[in-house]
């Protein structure tokens, strides 16, 4: 086996020859501070901090005080991905587990979301660093990791240096792991593939027990690293792997071994697994299922010109789906892949091309995506299927090292099959050159796009022909070889460094999450209650505000449908992927009163247009705080989140009782809506207060006191994992308006407490 630099074969005796195993590593490491410069050496923050306060509530209000928008293709970074993350460490510093987040969706759970990313390994600089720097080495750390390991990987598969690095940084700045490099989450997962397939590789060949753990710990990362979707994809590939040696290996019994590795990294896994899997089934994702999705075929032109179809940071993108169809690996990796198909060199270089061809297949727009839709398999049946791509370009970086070697071996040789061999990557170009001078249907502005972005690439290849031409028919280039051999590397770092710097965003970092006084204000004012307006997680979450919307396919399917049906009063479908309630929707103040909104944030601007809730001329509302751009509303009607009913009605059909929730004469302030019988007596009149004695994400306590049986109500989602108990003794939680929680309690004073975990 040859290890990192193939240190093996060099005497350790001088510091010369020791310098010689860590260069590599020095490579990508100097290729990655390259890229991470604007953070070392400029203080700025991979973080799209630009586009956040220029159009996200309510810093986008003061128009003219921020500066340019780089990147404004990553709004799920700012209202979703940062709040949560903010979240996990504000909880787990408190020595909490986040099981449950308050602030969002009138309370959602936290830890299932995977994207929460509760247990991932990274949180632990969390823990030491200033969080946005923490962020930043947590995001900048993915192309680092990814390249090292597909380093390691292809250095296992005997592949030269000059190879293993070309594949490495092929991989590391990959369309895939670059456009989603910012959300910390995609390429986090994806990233300990290379590092898995060498474990399990290992573990085979050595027979040593530690590459099996190593290669569990592997698996249980990449699930505890923020996206389900892409974990899985890692798993089937690694299944695959192990499968394809198997085959190889026959007699080899630690080729069964892995599978029980596999299966272990798994088991680790279910600490997110299986809260995630209960709460893919209670949430709308689950019944929505995708029947396309896939990348167009005429769209695999970005695998080695990115920005032919335009590009989102430079405003003149106009088809598809940029980062969903992310498979940039470079002309190079691309013309060297494909030279893999003259000779197998290896076993290996067999399983990939496979395992290129069938992820392909599975990734374009073909009738299998079709029949993956039609089977309905959890994940895969609901996820957008282009992501598949990132296994296309992992495929395609490995066999690139492949590839590089048969070509230099060619060279050395003084064989022509390298130059008729990349005809064929030439005559695509020249394909496609034909087809925009003179076949195009592109309009001119496009067309013009589609020109300049082809241009790049094409003399990259030229360039890259030439080398190779010139190496194999001039007899005195064979001096110059040792420094030939490297152009092909120089020029893919090259183009793999410019189309990620040209993405990426690196922002000031004091414009990440500004304060503001009206957020002051609305912290100061909150209370127990919760916040009303035009702002999402970026506020809620963040600054520990309560609301009652939302963005994320995974919130409660329940709360969706009651707040969508209040707009009409008839029962609507959740949304897939927001919640969020009708500004003029016939029963919204209903909903706001019922679930304690006491704040209503409305900018100024916004008053007496159409789109805005009509705050500012209905009496229920008075004005608690304004300045030059937005103002707060008091709702004098709201009650509070823990309230108090004596009577109730029991309606066991869950539309019929939304049906009755919504019904213009129904008394939502006297009269509870059950879906079974409390066991307590129907009275009115009744008497009681309730005084809060600690609150948290995941455990409540009140003081109730009260002249008669009745009944607790808590504006705050059911949801299974909940557990009440009065006065120590454990009361089931009854599903009260459709969404919501209550539990019985007794005459007297009463001890209630409500905790939330998904273990016991």
């Given at each position: 086996?040859q290890?990192?630099?193939?240190?093996?074969k060099?005497?350790?005796?001088?510091?010369?020859?020791?310098?010689?195993?860590?260069?590599?590593?020095?490579?990508?490491?100097s290729?990655w501070?390259v890229?991470?410069?604007p953070?070392?050496?400029?203080?700025?923050?991979?973080f799209?901090?630009?586009?956040?306060?220029?159009?996200?509530?309510?810093?986008s209000?003061?128009?003219?005080?921020?500066?340019?928008?780089?990147n404004?293709?990553m709004?799920d970074?700012?209202?979703?991905?940062y709040?949560?993350?903010?979240?996990?460490?504000?909880?787990?510093?408190?020595?909490r587990i986040?099981?449950?987040?308050?602030?969002?969706?009138?309370?959602?759970?936290?830890?299932?979301?995977?994207?929460?990313?509760?247990?991932?390994?990274?949180?632990?600089i969390?823990?030491?660093?200033?969080?946005?720097?923490?962020?930043?080495?947590m995001?900048?750390?993915?192309?680092?990791?990814?390249?090292?390991?597909?380093?390691?990987?292809?250095?296992f598969?005997?592949i030269?240096?000059?190879?293993?690095l070309?594949?490495?940084?092929?991989?590391?700045?990959?369309?895939?792991i670059?456009t989603?490099m910012?959300?910390g989450?995609?390429?986090m997962?994806?990233?300990f593939?290379?590092?898995?397939?060498?474990?399990?590789?290992?573990?085979?060949?050595?027979?040593?027990?530690?590459?099996?753990?190593?290669?569990?710990?592997?698996?249980?990362?990449?699930?505890?690293?923020?996206?389900?979707q892409?974990?899985?994809?890692?798993?089937?590939t690694?299944?695959l792997?192990?499968?394809?040696l198997?085959?190889v290996?026959k007699?080899?019994a630690?080729?069964?071994v892995?599978f029980?590795f596999?299966?272990?990294g798994?088991?680790?896994?279910?600490?997110?697994?299986?809260?995630?899997v209960?709460?893919?089934?209670?949430?709308?994702?689950?019944s929505i299922?995708?029947?396309?999705?896939?990348i167009?075929?005429q769209?695999?032109?970005?695998?080695?010109?990115?920005?032919f179809?335009?590009?989102p940071v430079t405003?003149?993108?106009?088809?598809g789906?940029?980062?969903?169809?992310?498979?940039f690996?470079?002309?190079?990796p691309?013309?060297?892949?494909?030279?893999?198909l003259?000779?197998?060199k290896?076993?290996?270089?067999?399983?990939?091309?496979?395992?290129?061809?069938v992820s392909?297949?599975?990734?374009?727009?073909?009738?299998?995506?079709k029949l993956?839709?039609?089977s309905?398999?959890?994940?895969?049946?609901?996820?957008?299927p282009?992501?598949?791509?990132?296994?296309v370009?992992?495929?395609?970086?490995?066999?690139?090292?492949?590839?590089?070697?048969?070509?230099?071996?060619?060279?050395?040789?003084?064989?022509l099959?390298?130059?008729?061999?990349?005809?064929?990557?030439?005559?695509?170009?020249?394909?496609?050159w034909?087809?925009?001078?003179?076949?195009?249907v592109?309009?001119?502005?496009?067309?013009?796009?589609?020109k300049?972005?082809?241009?790049l690439?094409?003399?990259?290849?030229?360039l890259?022909?030439?080398?190779t031409?010139?190496?194999?028919?001039?007899?005195?280039?064979?001096?110059?070889?040792?420094?030939?051999?490297?152009i092909?590397?120089?020029l893919?770092a090259?183009?793999?460094?410019?189309?990620?710097?040209?993405?990426m965003?690196?922002?000031?970092?004091?414009?990440?999450?500004?304060?503001?006084?009206?957020?002051?204000?609305?912290?100061?004012e909150?209370?127990?209650?919760?916040?009303?307006g035009?702002i999402?997680?970026?506020?809620?979450?963040?600054?520990?505000?309560?609301i009652?919307e939302?963005?994320?396919?995974?919130?409660i399917?329940?709360?969706?449908?009651?707040?969508?049906?209040?707009?009409?009063g008839?029962?609507?479908p959740?949304?897939?992927s927001?919640?969020?309630?009708?500004?003029?929707g016939k029963?919204?103040?209903?909903?706001?009163?019922?679930?304690?909104?006491?704040?209503?944030?409305?900018?100024l601007?916004?008053?007496?247009?159409?789109?805005?809730?009509p705050?500012?001329?209905d009496k229920d509302?008075?004005?608690?705080?304004?300045?030059?751009?937005?103002?707060?509303?008091?709702?004098?009607?709201?009650?509070?989140?823990?309230?108090?009913?004596?009577?109730?009605?029991?309606?066991?059909?869950?539309?019929?009782?939304?049906?009755?929730?919504?019904?213009?004469?129904?008394?939502?302030?006297?009269?509870?809506?059950?879906?079974?019988d409390?066991?307590?007596?129907?009275?009115?009149?009744?008497?009681g207060?309730?005084?809060?004695e600690h609150?948290?994400?995941?455990?409540l306590?009140?003081?109730?006191?009260t002249?008669?049986?009745?009944?607790l109500f808590?504006s705050?989602?059911?949801?299974?994992?909940?557990?009440?108990?009065?006065?120590?003794?454990e009361?089931?939680i009854?599903i009260?308006?459709?969404?919501?929680?209550a539990?019985?309690?007794?005459?007297?004073?009463?001890?209630?407490?409500?905790?939330?975990?998904y273990l016991f």
């Amino acid at each position: 086996m040859q290890n990192f630099g193939s240190c093996s074969k060099v005497n350790k005796s001088t510091m010369l020859k020791k310098f010689h195993c860590i260069l590599p590593l020095l490579f990508l490491l100097s290729l990655w501070a390259v890229f991470s410069s604007p953070y070392i050496f400029q203080g700025k923050v991979p973080f799209p901090s630009s586009y956040q306060v220029n159009h996200f509530h309510p810093w986008s209000l003061n128009q003219g005080n921020w500066g340019p928008v780089k990147n404004g293709a990553m709004p799920d970074i700012i209202d979703q991905i940062y709040p949560w993350r903010h979240f996990t460490i504000d909880q787990l510093k408190q020595g909490r587990i986040p099981w449950w987040n308050p602030n969002g969706f009138s309370g959602n759970p936290h830890l299932a979301n995977v994207q929460s990313a509760v247990f991932s390994p990274m949180n632990l600089i969390f823990l030491i660093l200033p969080f946005i720097d923490a962020w930043s080495l947590m995001v900048l750390f993915q192309p680092l990791l990814a390249g090292i390991g597909m380093y390691t990987l292809l250095r296992f598969y005997r592949i030269s240096i000059q190879g293993s690095l070309l594949g490495s940084v092929s991989w590391m700045f990959c369309g895939f792991i670059v456009t989603w490099m910012a959300y910390g989450t995609l390429g986090m997962a994806i990233s300990f593939l290379p590092f898995l397939l060498m474990s399990i590789s290992y573990l085979v060949t050595t027979r040593k027990l530690y590459w099996g753990f190593l290669a569990s710990l592997l698996i249980a990362f990449s699930f505890f690293s923020g996206h389900f979707q892409t974990s899985l994809y890692l798993l089937i590939t690694s299944v695959l792997y192990s499968i394809f040696l198997l085959l190889v290996h026959k007699k080899n019994a630690f080729s069964y071994v892995a599978f029980v590795f596999i299966l272990l990294g798994l088991l680790i896994s279910l600490f997110q697994i299986l809260p995630a899997v209960q709460f893919y089934g209670l949430s709308p994702r689950s019944s929505i299922f995708i029947f396309s999705g896939g990348i167009p075929f005429q769209y695999l032109v970005t695998m080695f010109a990115p920005d032919f179809f335009g590009n989102p940071v430079t405003r003149n993108d106009w088809f598809g789906y940029y980062a969903e169809w992310a498979g940039f690996v470079g002309i190079i990796p691309f013309s060297l892949a494909l030279f893999t198909l003259q000779k197998n060199k290896s076993k290996y270089q067999f399983f990939f091309q496979i395992l290129f061809l069938v992820s392909l297949l599975f990734t374009i727009e073909t009738p299998l995506l079709k029949l993956l839709g039609i089977s309905h398999i959890p994940v895969l049946s609901t996820s957008t299927p282009s992501r598949l791509i990132v296994i296309v370009s992992f495929s395609l970086s490995v066999l690139a090292g492949f590839g590089y070697d048969l070509w230099k071996d060619a060279l050395v040789q003084k064989m022509l099959r390298p130059v008729l061999f990349f005809l064929v990557p030439a005559l695509i170009l020249f394909g496609i050159w034909a087809w925009l001078l003179f076949g195009s249907v592109l309009s001119g502005e496009h067309l013009v796009i589609a020109k300049k972005n082809l241009l790049l690439p094409t003399a990259l290849f030229s360039l890259f022909f030439i080398i190779t031409t010139v190496s194999v028919f001039l007899k005195k280039a064979t001096r110059f070889m040792p420094v030939m051999l490297y152009i092909p590397l120089l020029l893919v770092a090259f183009d793999s460094i410019r189309f990620a710097g040209k993405w990426m965003p690196f922002d000031p970092r004091a414009s990440v999450f500004p304060d503001l006084p009206v957020i002051a204000a609305m912290q100061k004012e909150i209370g127990n209650g919760r916040v009303f307006g035009n702002i999402g997680a970026q506020v809620g979450t963040y600054y520990s505000l309560p609301i009652i919307e939302g963005y994320d396919p995974l919130y409660i399917d329940r709360y969706g449908e009651f707040i969508r049906s209040s707009a009409t009063g008839k029962y609507t479908p959740s949304e897939r992927s927001v919640v969020k309630i009708d500004r003029n929707g016939k029963f919204v103040k209903r909903v706001l009163n019922l679930l304690g909104v006491n704040l209503i944030y409305h900018p100024l601007a916004d008053s007496n247009q159409s789109w805005a809730f009509p705050v500012w001329n209905d009496k229920d509302f008075k004005l608690l705080y304004a300045d030059d751009l937005y103002s707060l509303y008091r709702n004098t009607k709201a009650i509070s989140r823990p309230h108090l009913y004596f009577q109730y009605e029991v309606i066991t059909d869950k539309r019929e009782l939304l049906k009755r929730f919504y019904t213009e004469k129904f008394n939502y302030l006297t009269t509870l809506l059950l879906e079974e019988d409390p066991g307590i007596p129907v009275s009115s009149g009744g008497r009681g207060g309730i005084q809060r004695e600690h609150i948290s994400p995941t455990s409540l306590q009140y003081r109730v006191t009260t002249d008669r049986p009745g009944l607790l109500f808590l504006s705050d989602n059911y949801y299974p994992g909940w557990k009440a108990y009065v006065n120590g003794k454990e009361t089931k939680i009854l599903i009260a308006d459709y969404a919501f929680r209550a539990i019985p309690v007794p005459k007297g004073e009463s001890t209630v407490v409500f905790i939330y975990s998904y273990l016991f």
